[in-house]
Nanobody, 125 residues
Framework: QVHVVVSGGGLVQAGGSLRLSCAVS????????MGWFRQAPGTEPEAIAY????????FYADSVEGRFTASKDNAKTTFYLQMNDLKPADTAIYSC??????????????????WGQGTQVTVSS
Protein backbone atom coordinates (compact mmCIF):
# COMPACT_ATOMS: atom_id res chain seq x y z
CA GLN A 1 0.00 0.00 0.00
CA VAL A 2 1.32 3.40 -0.95
CA HIS A 3 1.46 6.24 1.55
CA VAL A 4 2.45 9.83 0.91
CA VAL A 5 2.84 11.96 4.03
CA VAL A 6 3.43 15.69 4.01
CA SER A 7 4.85 17.63 6.92
CA GLY A 8 6.52 20.92 7.75
CA GLY A 9 3.88 23.58 7.33
CA GLY A 10 3.39 26.39 9.78
CA LEU A 11 3.30 30.10 10.40
CA VAL A 12 6.17 32.31 9.32
CA GLN A 13 6.76 36.01 8.82
CA ALA A 14 7.26 37.46 5.38
CA GLY A 15 10.83 36.97 4.24
CA GLY A 16 11.18 33.81 6.29
CA SER A 17 11.69 30.20 5.26
CA LEU A 18 10.03 26.84 5.69
CA ARG A 19 10.85 23.39 4.47
CA LEU A 20 8.16 20.90 3.58
CA SER A 21 8.80 17.18 3.53
CA CYS A 22 6.98 14.51 1.58
CA ALA A 23 7.69 10.93 2.59
CA VAL A 24 6.71 8.13 0.23
CA SER A 25 6.38 4.49 1.25
CA UNK A 26 5.20 1.44 -0.63
CA UNK A 27 7.01 2.28 -3.85
CA UNK A 28 10.48 1.58 -5.14
CA UNK A 29 13.01 4.24 -4.15
CA UNK A 30 13.41 5.53 -7.71
CA UNK A 31 9.81 5.17 -8.83
CA UNK A 32 8.30 8.49 -7.88
CA UNK A 33 8.35 11.73 -9.74
CA MET A 34 7.04 14.32 -7.32
CA GLY A 35 4.94 17.37 -7.85
CA TRP A 36 4.16 20.07 -5.32
CA PHE A 37 0.84 21.88 -5.39
CA ARG A 38 -0.80 24.58 -3.37
CA GLN A 39 -4.27 26.01 -3.09
CA ALA A 40 -5.28 29.25 -1.46
CA PRO A 41 -8.90 29.83 -0.41
CA GLY A 42 -11.12 30.67 -3.36
CA THR A 43 -8.48 29.80 -5.94
CA GLU A 44 -7.71 26.92 -8.23
CA PRO A 45 -4.92 24.51 -7.27
CA GLU A 46 -1.56 25.64 -8.53
CA ALA A 47 1.31 23.34 -9.47
CA ILE A 48 4.44 25.01 -8.19
CA ALA A 49 7.31 22.56 -8.42
CA TYR A 50 8.29 19.19 -9.82
CA UNK A 51 11.27 16.89 -9.45
CA UNK A 52 12.04 13.79 -11.43
CA UNK A 53 12.45 10.41 -9.81
CA UNK A 54 16.24 10.50 -10.12
CA UNK A 55 16.36 13.94 -8.56
CA UNK A 56 18.24 15.37 -11.51
CA UNK A 57 15.65 17.67 -13.02
CA UNK A 58 13.41 20.24 -11.42
CA PHE A 59 10.75 22.55 -12.77
CA TYR A 60 9.05 25.52 -11.17
CA ALA A 61 6.12 27.80 -11.65
CA ASP A 62 7.02 31.40 -12.33
CA SER A 63 5.44 32.39 -9.03
CA VAL A 64 8.07 30.52 -7.01
CA GLU A 65 11.06 30.35 -9.37
CA GLY A 66 14.20 31.47 -7.59
CA ARG A 67 12.64 31.21 -4.10
CA PHE A 68 11.59 27.57 -3.82
CA THR A 69 13.80 24.54 -4.32
CA ALA A 70 12.63 20.96 -4.77
CA SER A 71 14.97 18.17 -3.80
CA LYS A 72 15.06 14.49 -2.98
CA ASP A 73 16.85 12.40 -0.42
CA ASN A 74 17.39 9.20 -2.37
CA ALA A 75 18.39 7.27 0.72
CA LYS A 76 15.04 7.92 2.37
CA THR A 77 12.67 8.34 -0.59
CA THR A 78 11.76 11.66 0.93
CA PHE A 79 11.16 14.78 -1.05
CA TYR A 80 11.63 18.32 0.15
CA LEU A 81 10.41 21.75 -0.84
CA GLN A 82 12.63 24.47 0.57
CA MET A 83 10.73 27.74 0.56
CA ASN A 84 12.69 30.95 1.02
CA ASP A 85 11.74 34.61 0.97
CA LEU A 86 8.15 33.71 1.68
CA LYS A 87 5.44 36.25 0.92
CA PRO A 88 1.88 36.60 2.19
CA ALA A 89 0.74 35.54 -1.29
CA ASP A 90 2.36 32.14 -0.61
CA THR A 91 -0.24 31.43 2.08
CA ALA A 92 -2.05 28.25 1.05
CA ILE A 93 -2.51 24.59 1.73
CA TYR A 94 0.43 22.74 0.25
CA SER A 95 0.45 19.13 -0.87
CA CYS A 96 2.64 16.74 -2.79
CA UNK A 97 1.74 14.11 -5.33
CA UNK A 98 3.67 11.23 -6.82
CA UNK A 99 3.42 9.88 -10.27
CA UNK A 100 4.98 6.68 -11.47
CA UNK A 101 4.28 6.86 -15.14
CA UNK A 102 5.13 10.17 -16.73
CA UNK A 103 2.28 11.34 -18.92
CA UNK A 104 1.09 14.80 -19.78
CA UNK A 105 2.07 18.00 -18.05
CA UNK A 106 3.48 18.00 -14.52
CA UNK A 107 1.13 20.87 -13.85
CA UNK A 108 -2.05 18.84 -14.26
CA UNK A 109 -3.48 17.08 -11.21
CA UNK A 110 -4.97 14.10 -13.13
CA UNK A 111 -1.45 13.13 -14.18
CA UNK A 112 -0.57 12.03 -10.65
CA UNK A 113 -1.17 8.71 -8.97
CA UNK A 114 -0.78 9.22 -5.22
CA TRP A 115 -1.49 12.26 -3.09
CA GLY A 116 -0.41 13.36 0.33
CA GLN A 117 -2.64 15.26 2.67
CA GLY A 118 -2.33 19.02 2.74
CA THR A 119 -0.34 21.11 5.17
CA GLN A 120 -1.09 24.72 5.92
CA VAL A 121 1.50 27.39 5.25
CA THR A 122 0.66 30.85 6.52
CA VAL A 123 2.88 33.84 5.85
CA SER A 124 2.19 36.95 7.90
CA SER A 125 3.07 40.43 6.72
Amino acid sequence: QVHVVVSGGGLVQAGGSLRLSCAVSGLADDASNMGWFRQAPGTEPEAIAYITSDGRYTFYADSVEGRFTASKDNAKTTFYLQMNDLKPADTAIYSCAARIRVRGSWKEKPNYDYWGQGTQVTVSS
